[in-house]
C-alpha cells in the first residue's frame, strides 16, 4: 500500500519526521517497506504559458516555441512535441537544471534556432509510465492554468515522501489511506480527522423508475447505488491525477479517477456504469450460468461459471462483481449519466473468481481480503461529492441500498488482570480503555471487566488475546521490560539424531561438499530418468491433491533425481568441478483400507561429484570417512552391476555387517545422457539416512599404545582375476581371528608370470596380542588357517 505523507497528513497530524514516523508505525504493528521520495530535482522547474507556436525555418518535425516564465523577455525552447497548443501551461526546466533522469540542460542552437531550456514530460520528471495518463504517455506534460514563472512545485504537490506498507491479510481495513490514518493517530497519539460528507443533490428521485435485485445473496452482502447525471468526461484537476499517480495508479478521466480516489482513500472499490446502457435501470446481482461469456474492459472475452457473481440488467452482463466491468457498460466521452456500484462481495468468491480467470485488480484485491459492508453507502456519497466538487455531474436524489441482512457489531469482554498478566505490564484499566478508544474500538469498565463493542471495520478482532495484542502494540512494546520466566523451565536442546545430523553436514562440509536443498515436490518423470523398473516401489508415490502443475505433483521418493539436477545445472553453467550432498526426507505411500495413514518417511542422504579429480575411489573415501567420523563401523564395499541407475561394472553396495546402507558408482551414460550430461562422468552415492544416524556413536573411545611387539607376515596368493580382493580380504580378517590387528593390501599384478585370467594379490598381516609377546607358533597357526581357508574355499595358490 503506498501512501503519500501529504495525503496522510489531511486525517492525521504528524509532528515529526517521516523517517521518525516510519519507524513507530513499524512498532505499532504496521509495517514499513519502504519511504521513497517523489518529485526529487525539481526544486528549478517554474511554470511556462506557450504565447507561440511556429514552425521550424529548417526541420519538419520540430517547432519553434515562445513562453512567458514570468520574465520581460519571453523564453524560446524549439521541441518536437505534437500535443501542445498555444495557451498551454507546462512544466519547464531551464538551462543548467538536472532532471530526475540525469540530463542536465543546456542552451544549444537546434538547426539554427536558439532552444534555451526544455519542456518536459511525465517520463522526463520520473513518472513510470505506467503511471502516466494516455493522453500525456508521449507528449509534453499539459498543466491546469498557472501563473507563469512561479516555481513548479509550488503550482502542484510534485514533491512529497512515499510510504510503502505492508498490509497483512487479516487487516483489509488498512488498505487505505484512511485506514493507514487511523492506525497513525492511535500511534502517534492524535485525533483522526474523517472528512466531513455534504451533497447538493437536484433533479427527481431516480429511484423511482429504478432497482436493485440480489439474486445470489451469498456472494452479494450488500448493494448501494446512486445515479449522477449531466456527465461531462475530462481530465481530473491537476492535483487529483497526482495524488493517484503517487498512490501507483494511472489516471484516465475524471469519473474514473473518483472512483479510485475513493477505494484509495476508503478502501471501498467502487464502479461506474454508463446509465444510458443499463436497460430500465435494473440492476440484477446474479450468478453466472455454466459457460456463460463476456467482455472485460481489458477487451478479453471472459468465460465464466456458476461459482461466479456478476452485475447484469434484465438483457445482459455488465460486470463481474468485484474484479472488473463489461467493455459493454463502459464509461466513455459519450457518456451523460453514470450508476454509481458501491457494493460488498463474498472475499471466497471473488478471490477463487480472480484465480479462476487470471484477473487481479485492485478492486478484487480488496474484496478478497474482506470488506466491511457498513462502508458501501459511505464511500457511494463519497464519490458523488467529489463528482459535484469537481463540477463532473449532478447527485441525483435518492439511493438504492439493499442489504438484507445488516452487519452488527460484536460484543466481547476483557480481563484487565489478563492484559497486565500477558504483557508483563502494570497497565491501569482506564489506559487500556483509552488506547482501544484511539482505534475506534468502544470500551468501557464495568463489573471487573472492560466490555468491548468491535467496529464492523475490525474483523479480525474475535477473542481476548486479540484485544491484548492491539493494546500490547499500540502501548509499545518496546516499553515492555524483559523478565526471564518463571516456573518449570524445560531447558531444550538436540536430541541425538540431530546432534549426529550437524556432525554430518560438518564433515561433508569439510571434506569440501557444498550442501544441496532441494524440493521435496517433484515431478514424476524423474524416476524415468534414473531409470528404475516399472514394478520399483519408489514409484509409488504419494499425490497432492491440488498440485501447482505436474512438475510439483508427487512426494519424492528419492534423493537420485534432485542431485541429479544439482550436477546439470552446474555442469550446464560450465562449472569444471563439484561435491555435492543433500540429507532430506523421502515419502512412500502407506496403503490402509481401514483408515488413512500418513505417509512413511524416511531419511536419505545422496552425495553427488564430477569434473577433474572426482572419481569412483574419491567418493568411497568419502564414505569411508563419514563413516569413521560417525563412529561406524568400516564399510564393505559389494561389487552391484544390475542397478538401473549405475555404471554395470562400477557400482557396489555398501553393508556395515550385514545391513544394507545403500549404493555407490558411476551414473549410467543412458541415465547421464537424460540429464546432458553425456560427456561428464558423474559419481553418486545414495545412502540410508535414518540408518547412518541411528548407529552413529561419536563418544571418544581411548586405545592404549601397545606395549608388546607386532608380528608382520606377508601374504601373496594368485587367484582368478574377476575376484574381487574384498573377498579376499574378508576371508582373511575371518580366519586369522582376534591375533590379526590390521591386513593391507601393497601389490596387485597381472601378467605373464601368472598366468591368462589369474592375478597375484599380495598382504601385509599384522598381529599382536595386548597383553604378552606373541609366539612364532601361533602367528603360524593364524597364517597356516588363512593359506589353508584360501586354498579350499577361493581356489587361491600361494606364490612364492
Avoid at 507528449?139 to 497483512?168: H, M, N, Y
Avoid at 468526461?233 to 494511472?250: D, E, F
Avoid at 505433483?553 to 544439482?566: F, G, I
Amino acid at each position: 500500500m503506498l501512501v503519500p505523507v501529504k495525503w496522510l497528513e489531511e486525517y492525521v497530524t504528524l509532528s515529526m519526521d517521516t523517517k521518525e514516523f516510519a519507524d513507530q508505525m513499524t512498532m505499532s504493528g504496521s509495517k514499513v517497506e519502504e519511504v521513497r521520495n517523489w518529485g526529487e530535482n525539481l526544486e528549478k522547474l517554474v511554470i511556462g504559458k506557450i504565447l507561440s507556436i511556429q514552425p521550424h525555418p529548417n526541420a519538419d518535425k520540430l517547432v519553434v516555441t515562445h513562453l512567458d516564465i514570468g520574465e520581460e523577455k519571453p523564453l524560446q525552447i524549439v521541441t518536437g512535441a505534437t500535443n501542445i497548443k498555444e495557451g498551454d501551461t507546462v512544466p519547464v526546466a531551464l538551462e543548467g537544471t538536472t532532471l530526475p533522469n540525469g540530463v542536465t540542460i543546456v542552451g544549444e542552437d537546434l538547426r539554427g534556432e536558439a532552444s534555451q531550456g526544455m519542456m518536459c514530460s511525465h517520463d522526463e520528471l520520473g513518472i513510470t509510465k505506467n503511471l502516466i495518463p494516455e493522453s500525456m504517455k508521449d507528449g509534453i506534460w499539459i498543466l491546469d492554468e498557472k501563473t507563469p514563472g512561479s516555481r513548479f512545485i509550488d503550482a502542484l504537490p510534485a514533491v512529497d515522501q512515499i510510504i510503502e506498507f505492508e498490509i497483512t491479510s487479516n487487516r483489509p481495513d488498512c488498505m487505505s489511506v484512511i485506514g493507514i490514518a487511523r492506525e497513525a493517530a492511535a500511534t502517534v497519539g492524535e485525533t483522526l480527522k474523517v472528512p466531513a460528507i455534504t451533497l447538493e443533490e437536484a433533479g427527481t428521485d431516480w429511484t423511482d423508475t429504478a432497482s436493485v435485485r440480489i439474486d445470489d445473496p451469498e456472494g452479494c452482502r450488500r448493494y448501494v447505488a446512486r445515479k449522477v447525471e449531466n456527465i461531462v468526461i475530462r481530465q481530473s484537476p491537476q492535483w487529483l491525477q497526482q495524488r493517484l499517480m503517487q498512490a501507483g495508479v494511472r489516471p484516465i478521466n475524471n469519473v474514473v479517477d473518483v472512483t479510485n480516489y475513493v477505494m484509495l482513500e476508503m478502501g471501498q472499490p467502487l464502479h461506474a456504469f454508463d446509465a444510458a446502457i443499463v436497460a430500465r435501470q435494473s440492476i440484477v446481482v446474479r450468478r453466472a450460468k455454466p459457460d456463460e461469456t463476456t467482455k472485460t474492459l481489458d477487451g478479453t472475452l471472459r468465460k465464466l461459471n456458476d461459482q461466479m457473481t456478476l452485475i447484469t440488467d434484465s438483457e445482459k452482463v455488465l460486470g463481474i462483481a468485484g474484479v472488473m466491468g463489461g467493455e459493454n457498460s463502459e464509461v466513455t466521452t459519450e457518456t451523460r449519466a453514470i450508476i454509481l456500484e458501491s457494493a460488498c462481495f463474498n472475499a471466497d468468491r471473488i478471490r477463487k473468481t480472480s484465480q479462476q480467470l487470471g484477473l487481479r485488480t485492485e478492486a478484487s484485491a480488496r474484496f478478497e481480503k474482506g470488506q466491511d459492508p457498513e462502508l458501501s453507502l459511505m464511500a457511494a456519497n463519497r464519490a458523488c461529492q467529489l463528482l459535484e466538487e469537481l463540477e463532473a455531474g449532478q447527485v441525483c436524489p435518492g439511493v438504492i441500498d439493499v442489504y438484507p441482512q445488516p452487519a452488527t457489531p460484536r460484543e466481547n469482554t476483557l480481563r484487565p488482570h489478563r492484559v497486565n498478566a500477558l504483557l508483563g505490564t502494570d497497565l491501569k484499566v482506564s489506559e487500556m480503555v483509552e488506547i482501544l478508544h484511539a482505534l475506534e474500538i468502544k470500551a468501557h469498565e464495568a463489573d471487573e471487566l472492560i466490555h468491548i463493542t468491535v467496529p464492523t471495520f475490525r474483523d479480525d478482532l474475535v477473542q481476548e488475546a486479540d484485544f491484548i495484542e492491539e493494546i500490547g502494540r499500540i502501548y509499545g512494546y518496546d516499553k515492555i521490560k524483559a523478565t526471564l520466566m518463571t516456573g518449570d523451565i524445560m531447558v531444550g536442546g538436540l536430541s541425538h539424531r540431530q546432534k549426529m545430523e550437524e556432525v554430518l553436514k560438518r564433515t561433508m562440509s569439510g571434506l569440501g561438499c557444498y550442501e544441496a536443498a532441494t524440493y521435496s515436490f517433484v515431478s514424476p518423470s524423474g524416476v524415468d530418468l534414473i531409470r528404475l523398473p516399472e514394478d520399483s516401489f519408489k514409484r509409488d508415490f504419494v499425490r497432492l491433491l491440488n498440485p501447482l502443475g505436474d512438475e510439483t505433483s508427487v512426494m519424492r521418493t528419492t534423493l537420485l533425481p534432485n542431485m541429479m539436477e544439482v550436477l546439470r545445472r552446474n555442469v550446464s553453467r560450465s562449472v569444471p568441478a563439484g561435491s555435492f550432498y543433500e540429507i532430506g526426507q523421502v515419502f512412500y505411500g502407506q496403503l490402509d483400507e481401514a483408515k488413512a495413514v500418513l505417509p512413511l518417511e524416511v531419511k536419505e542422504l545422496v552425495m553427488g561429484i564430477y569434473g577433474e579429480g572426482n572419481d569412483f575411489f574419491v567418493l568411497k573415501g568419502m564414505l569411508i570417512h563419514l563413516f569413521k567420523t560417525l563412529g561406524l563401523a568400516s564399510p564393505d564395499f559389494e561389487r552391484e552391476s544390475n542397478h538401473p541407475t549405475f555404471h554395470p561394472g562400477r557400482c557396489a553396495n555398501i553393508y556395515v555387517g550385514d545391513q544394507l546402507m545403500g549404493t555407490l558408482g558411476e551414473i549410467h551414460p543412458l541415465v547421464a545422457a537424460n540429464y546432458d550430461m553425456d560427456d561428464v562422468r558423474v559419481f553418486v552415492a545414495e545412502i540410508n539416512g535414518d540408518a547412518v544416524l541411528a548407529m552413529a556413536k561419536i563418544d571418544p573411545l581411548y586405545k592404549p599404545l601397545p606395549r608388546y611387539p607386532a608380528v608382520v607376515r606377508d601374504l601373496a596368493v594368485v587367484v582368478d582375476k574377476m575376484l574381487s580382493v574384498q573377498t579376499i580380504e574378508i576371508l582373511i580378517r575371518r580366519q586369522a581371528g582376534e591375533l590379526l590387528e590390521d591386513c593391507r593390501l601393497f601389490d596387485v599384478y597381472q601378467g605373464a608370470q601368472v598366468g591368462e585370467n589369474q592375478k597375484s594379490v599380495a598382504y601385509t598381516l599384522t598381529f599382536r596380542h595386548n597383553e604378552r609377546t606373541l609366539k612364532d607358533k601361533e602367528v603360524n597357526q593364524c597364517y597356516d588357517a588363512v593359506v589353508s581357508s584360501l586354498k579350499k574355499e577361493l581356489n587361491a595358490v600361494l606364490r612364492a
